[in-house]
């Protein structure tokens, strides 16, 4: 049974096979290879029967496949424990300085009060752990009316938003 992912604030099944390490990619089917294997099948990835995405490991650096962000349709970060933070800073450096408009998914332990600030940096796919309560989820992007701070989706702080609306 396919499992449950949140894209721009709705609930999809996910057609994407996340890959492990080391394994192999296989010869159809949406894959979402790591960043290594990625790197071994660049050029052969187009000819296969399916769509081929990145996922990067806290440690890897996004600048690493800048030069295909235009023909990757999704790239996925792992959150190994919810205290890792180094994800906020690849998704935030994808959108901003490597120009990433594709799905950006976090995955692993993604948890429901990181949501609201993991979209803020630019993630607009969330793939929950199996039992996580999807409903719950999709209610913490509800829990702040406004932030204060810039980010991906509102590059301007509040002020300078009211400041440019009132003059227009």
């Known amino acids: 049974m396919p499992r449950i992912i949140i894209v721009d604030r709705t609930l999809q099944e996910d057609t994407w096979e996340t890959l492990p390490r080391d394994a192999a990619l296989p010869d159809s089917g949406n894959v979402i290879a790591p960043l290594e294997t990625w790197r071994h099948v660049r050029e052969s990835a187009r000819a296969r029967s399916g769509a081929v995405g990145v996922w990067l490991a806290p440690d890897d650096d996004p ?17 190994p ?10 998704a935030r450096l994808l959108r ?10 976090a995955f692993g332990e ?8 993991l979209e803020r940096v630019g993630f607009n796919a969330f793939a929950l752990k199996e039992g996580r309560n999807v409903a719950d989820a999709l209610a913490a992007f509800a829990d702040f009316s406004e932030a204060y701070q810039a980010s991906a989706l ?5 002020y300078r938003r009211r400041t440019t609306a009132a003059g227009a």
Do not use: K, M
């Open 154 to 158: 509102a590059p301007e702080p509040p």
């Open 63 to 79: 600048a690493g496949i800048a030069p295909d962000v235009e023909r990757l349709p999704v790239i996925a970060v792992q959150f």
């Open 110 to 117: 993604v948890l429901r009060d990181q949501l609201f600030y």
């Open 81 to 90: 424990q919810f205290a890792d933070g180094r994800g906020y800073s690849t």
């Open 96 to 105: 901003a300085r490597h120009g990433f408009r594709g799905q950006l998914r």
